[in-house]
């Protein structure tokens, strides 16, 4: 590697250490950062970081399938639907593991989510109305 190579990836490195917060690059300052979250919240904070992490994976393997089906040649078998349907069973463990360290009724997550979707969209989906939001739609 060339010694111009070399002196970049340290410059950004350092630039990347600069623009960092503490508690992603000190285990002293993450632990603060989950004492005050808890303290003030109540929120489960081991728990939300399972299921941040664990719902980031397990929708990143069942995104694999789906790439690997459309855009690699994967057969929509029903091996291939087995393990997307397993994948779904984890993605959700992981969603009700988010709604009890926040202290959710995951029914009321979705029935809300439903009453936002509905004062959205009303009967139909429309392009527009997914672009265009009323204020405080999010």
């Known amino acids: 590697m060339s010694e111009e190579i070399k002196k970049f990836f340290t410059t950004y490195t350092d630039f990347v250490t ?3 917060s503490n508690p992603s690059i000190e285990l002293d300052a993450l632990k603060e950062s989950f004492d005050q979250i808890e303290k003030k919240s109540g929120i489960k904070t081991p728990r939300l970081l399972t ?4 719902l980031g994976s397990e929708t990143g393997e069942f995104v694999e399938i789906v790439k690997k089906m459309f855009l690699q040649g994967k057969p929509p078998s029903d091996d291939n639907i087995f393990h997307m349907k397993r994948e779904l069973g984890d993605i959700m463990w992981y969603w009700v593991t988010a709604c009890a360290a926040l202290g959710l009724d995951p029914y009321e997550v ?3 989510n439903q009453e ?3 004062a959205r969209y009303g009967e139909k989906f ?5 672009e265009v939001r009323k204020k405080g739609d999010l």
Not at 51 to 54: H, N, Y
């Open 18 to 20: 600069k623009v960092t």
């Open 110 to 112: 979705i029935s809300e």
């Open 116 to 118: 936002k979707l509905a």
């Open 126 to 130: 429309e392009v527009q109305r997914s």
């Open 51 to 54: 299921a941040a992490l664990g």
